[in-house]
């Protein structure tokens, strides 16, 4: 069983416009990391494209589409996103977004791991 089936959220295709060739994978997760300190449940946003993909912008838009769903779709309060520290590229997509170093750093497979939150404005009356 995958995301959409368990938890009404996954991840989309990334594919070219023009040629419909595939470029990528955008979406969200609960992967139920074993990590210190633990994501108790936050959903966890990721992307990932091929390597002739990047450099032309599809990153951004592709992440911001996903996160215009998951604003229409859900009442999430918060993401996050994981990165090895040195992945400055994808980091500053999240920083585009909103998304915020962590004050604590993590641990995850014994390793340092850069966790970015986005917290969702409330738009309550």
Do not use: N
């Not at 419909?20 to 990932?48: Q, T, Y």
């Not at 998304?99 to 009356?125: D, N, W």
């Amino acid at each position: 069983m995958g995301h959409w089936q368990a938890m009404g959220y996954g991840y989309w295709a990334v594919t070219e416009r023009s040629t419909g060739d595939f470029l990528g994978e955008v979406g969200f997760s609960d992967f139920k990391r074993e990590m210190d300190p633990p994501l108790a449940g936050i959903p966890e946003a990721g992307w990932v494209l091929a390597t002739h993909a990047h450099g032309r912008g599809i990153a951004g838009e592709a992440v911001t589409a996903m996160h215009d769903w998951a604003d229409a779709a859900k009442d999430w309060d918060e993401t996050v996103c994981l990165f090895d520290p040195a992945h400055a590229v994808s980091q500053k997509v999240a920083l585009k977004l909103g998304y915020r170093v962590r004050e604590k750093a993590a641990i995850y497979q014994g390793k340092q791991t850069l966790v970015m939150s986005r917290v969702t404005e409330c738009s309550c009356p």
